[in-house]
């Protein structure tokens, strides 16, 4: 069965930064579009950004892009998203998802790691 697990979440103040990962396993990593997307209370579901397979091609959410930086290296199977300037809108669920920006798009998707920012 497909393995998505995230890390890196955790409390940071506002203007600080965290990096999430998400290491996929018993799939062919390199096949696949990866996704950031996060869970905000009381706004469901927001698409944060998206990878291309080679890493090369990559879309951002009006509200992180310039902040949020989504990487992938194929040779650990691993997604990362750096995050820096954090602002308590940031605070949420964070998920990573293998295939499109919409959940109907999606093949598979991790449990997620909590993001809290706050002072």
């Known amino acids: 069965e497909v393995e998505l697990v995230e890390s890196g979440g955790g409390l940071v103040k506002p203007g600080g930064s965290l990096r999430l990962s998400c290491v996929g396993s018993k799939f062919t990593f390199t096949n696949h579009h990866m996704n950031w997307v996060r869970q905000v209370p009381g706004k469901g579901l927001e698409w944060v950004s998206s990878v291309g397979v080679a890493g090369i091609i990559k879309e951002y959410a009006a509200s992180v892009k310039g902040r949020f930086t989504i990487s992938r290296d194929n040779t650990k199977n691993t997604l990362y998203l750096q995050m820096n300037r954090l602002t308590p809108e940031d605070s949420g669920i964070y998920f990573c998802?293998?295939?499109?920006?919409?959940?109907?798009?999606?093949?598979?998707r991790g449990q997620g790691t909590q993001v809290i920012v706050s002072s």
């Open positions: 998802a293998r295939g499109g920006r919409t959940p109907a798009t999606w093949s598979a």
